[in-house]
């Protein structure tokens, strides 16, 4: 019989942590650290999308490679009236497809998925305050959004600076550099609250995707038809303004205001049209985002409580 | 180290706890009640995940409502699972120990001490979705005491696990009790309660029945007769002999099942010491004894008539 040595001694008193219990930094980033998590944790889904969403950008190093080889061949008098870099940029901002479904992919199951597995109760038990939750929760959608709109944007703009040559495009556009920051910021935001707000009123993270595509999606046409119907009794301006009157007009519209150009192709030999007020459009994305906000605070609680 | 005082809550029309007043020391104490009778809103008054609608909650001698401090040294492990599937047992302590302000460099070594002591360091780093209710429950327990929470609030914490697993909870949270920490465990099961702790808080219908020592009621209850189910090889034969004892009130027998009698006893200790010797002598063999009597809604019945 071949000797095996005595078992090891299990050690069952309990021993607990017994340290320290402050960390530096904010109490909401536990919560959107674990939210980025989950996001990314579906990797298949997310990165295609992601790649997807720099196709307008891949466009514009297209065009950009044509103005060059075109210059070389001809000269400066190019044969098409290439557009501007702003507008070439302000062009691949308004392509919000692929952006809106990562909006879903981040945001649907931020709070819904909490409510169906009951974890408010189990975060709000613990050294957080509900804004902290919110915080963390909005953070978690924010963050991913403006990456994805940051990155490809300020990558293809360092390009542009030296395809173009970076003096020259420093002294024309060097602007848009910081401008760039704001205008990714713009979807980040809107897109963070309003979703957070439905999904924070449902259990299942499907259904507030599918009312966030519904809301988005009739908006929008709701949108372009008044604008359509009341083309004639209204000025131009006022006209594009109601037409940019939805969520994703008033990302675009506020996004062309800051990059101040309008969208205009390869092979688009139209003169840009006018931009759309900024005012009515920065006051509906106000509202629409303290709406949101205002949906998800008055939502979260650890319990349900039954009401009269 | 809680001090309740009047405390009501209200659910629109809907009462949830009315006019409790009592103080819960360091130690472990359960609070007992049937399903609804205010044990989870009690424990949500004190975790501060509600507000009393009327009277004060006090824990560490502030108001738990929202206050990060008091919640810093609160333990939770809630009746329902509160987990994202999809995260494993460990990233999920990790995250709980993390909203628990537990240092990050200490974060590793405090989530494995919690995972050892519920059991689940082997289980730890698969998906919680193919964790059974048992080891749902550990891990909820885990995260409850991974920093190390000067007051720790199980609800319901022995559902679903095995018998080895609550004889590891139990022991768990005796030695927690002892380390000068208090426990408040909830429970609907009398048996389980009397395994973990003599001081209780009997709730009933929102109202606070009873509170102290679990002795104290059980002798309350052996003050009325008692009832006690003998399964027998033959309940006529040794039913006689029953009734010769001065312990014994009645005995009854069951028309349909002739090896089953039901006595009644106004001193169960007695009749229980006397029972050996008398089935020896009847030269019966008990295979069943249980007493109806020795459950939650008796005691309840008892001390609301009572």
């Known amino acids: 019989m071949s000797d095996t040595g005595a078992p090891p001694i299990a050690d069952l008193s309990y021993r607990n942590y017994d340290g320290p219990k402050s960390v530096r930094g904010p109490r909401w980033w536990p919560i959107a650290r674990n939210g980025i998590r989950l996001t990314l944790r579906k990797k298949a889904v997310f990165w295609a999308l992601f790649a997807f969403s720099w196709l307008p950008y891949v466009m514009i190093v297209f065009q950009l490679f044509i103005s060059s080889v075109t210059e070389n061949v ?183 205001n800051v990059i101040g150009a309008m969208p205009r192709q390869f092979f688009d030999r139209h003169l840009p049209p006018q931009l759309p007020a900024w005012q009515p459009l920065l006051a509906l994305a106000i509202v629409a985002c303290v709406l949101g906000l205002a949906a998800a605070r008055a939502r979260i609680r650890a319990v349900d409580v039954v009401k009269s | 180290m809680i001090e309740i005082v009047g405390a009501s809550r209200w659910y629109g029309q809907v009462i949830g706890i009315n006019d409790v007043t009592c103080s819960i020391p360091t130690g472990l104490t359960a609070l007992l009640g049937q399903n609804g009778a205010g044990k989870s809103t009690l424990i949500k008054l004190i975790t501060g995940q509600l507000k009393p609608t009327t009277g004060a909650v006090s824990v560490f001698g502030r108001n738990p409502f929202a206050c990060s401090e008091v919640l810093q040294n609160i333990g939770y492990c809630p009746e329902t699972d509160s987990f994202y599937e999809e995260m494993t047992g460990r990233q999920f302590v990790s995250l709980m120990a993390r909203l628990s302000r537990v240092p990050i460099n200490d974060l590793a070594s405090a989530v494995q001490y919690a995972l050892e002591q519920v059991q689940m360091v082997e289980r730890a780093d698969t998906v919680i979705a193919s964790y059974s209710k048992g080891m749902r429950q550990r891990i909820k327990v885990a995260q409850a005491i991974v920093h190390d929470p000067k007051l720790l609030i199980l609800d319901e914490p022995l559902n679903g696990l095995d018998p080895l697993g609550r004889r590891q909870l139990m022991s768990l949270m005796k030695d927690y009790a002892n380390k000068g920490r208090a426990i408040v465990v909830s429970s609907h099961i009398l048996y389980e309660v009397e395994q973990m702790t003599q001081h209780i808080l009997l709730l009933h219908r929102g109202r606070l029945l009873a509170k102290g020592d679990i002795r104290e009621i059980r002798a309350l209850i052996d003050q009325h007769p008692h009832r006690i189910r003998l399964e027998t090889e033959n309940a006529r034969k040794i039913g006689p002999r029953i009734l010769e004892l001065d312990s014994v009130l009645a005995v009854q027998y069951d028309r349909r099942d002739p090896r089953v009698l039901e006595l009644e006893t106004a001193a169960p200790e007695e009749f229980y010491s006397q029972l050996g010797d008398l089935v020896l002598a009847a030269d019966q063999e008990v295979s069943h004894l249980s007493s109806p009597d020795n459950n939650l809604e008796s005691v309840f019945g008892y001390l609301v008539q009572g």
């Not at chain 1, 909006?103 to 909490?114: N, P, Q």
Request: hydrophobic fraction near 50%.
């Open chain 1, 74 to 256: 001809r000269g400066p008098e190019r044969f098409i009236d290439l557009p501007k870099y702003p507008e070439m940029l302000s062009n691949a901002y308004g392509s919000w497809f692929f952006v809106f479904f990562i909006v879903l992919l981040a945001g649907a199951g931020s709070i819904a998925a909490d409510n169906r597995s009951n974890a408010q109760q189990i975060y709000l038990s613990k050294a957080i305050t509900k804004r902290d939750y919110l915080i963390g929760k909005w953070m978690s959608i924010f963050l991913v959004m403006f990456a994805v709109v940051f990155i490809p944007m300020f990558s293809v703009t360092c390009y542009a600076a030296f395809n173009l040559g970076l003096g020259d495009f420093m002294r024309q556009y060097g602007t848009l550099f910081p401008k760039i920051f704001v205008i990714a910021a713009i979807p980040a935001t809107v897109h963070a609250c309003v979703m957070l707000g439905i999904s924070a009123w449902n259990k299942a993270p499907t259904i507030a995707g599918l009312i966030y595509v519904g809301i988005f999606l009739a908006w929008n046409l709701f949108a372009q038809i008044v604008a359509a119907l009341l083309h004639d009794s209204l000025s131009r301006e006022m006209r594009r303004t109601v037409d940019y009157f939805s969520i994703q007009g008033s990302i675009s519209g506020l996004g062309q």
